[in-house]
C-alpha cells in the first residue's frame, strides 16, 4: 500500500509542476485534445502503460 500511496505522490508532484511551471502550454495541448483522433491517443495511452508497467518491473526486478 506504501508502494501504491507513493505513487500517487508523485503522479501529483508531476501534474502540479506542469499546472505551475506551464499553465499555457497545458491550455494549448487541451485545446489540442480533440483533433487527435481516438486511436492515436489510445496507441499513446498504451505505451505509456508498457513503457511504466516496464520501468517498474526493472526497477522493483
Same mark, same amino acid.
Given at each position: =500500500? *506504501?508502494? /501504491? ?14 499546472? $505551475?511551471? $506551464?499553465? +499555457?502550454?497545458?491550455?494549448? =495541448?487541451?485545446?489540442?485534445?480533440? *483533433? ?5 491517443? +489510445?496507441?499513446? @495511452? ?5 513503457? @511504466?508497467? @516496464?520501468?517498474?518491473? /526493472?526497477?522493483?526486478?
Amino acid at each position: =500500500m *506504501s508502494d /501504491l500511496l507513493t505513487g500517487i505522490a508523485f503522479f501529483l508532484i508531476i501534474e502540479g509542476l506542469v499546472y $505551475a511551471l $506551464a499553465p +499555457r502550454f497545458l491550455v494549448d =495541448m487541451a485545446k489540442m485534445l480533440p *483533433s487527435i483522433p481516438e486511436q492515436h491517443l +489510445r496507441l499513446c @495511452g498504451l505505451v505509456a502503460v508498457t513503457l @511504466g508497467v @516496464g520501468l517498474v518491473w /526493472l526497477l522493483r526486478g
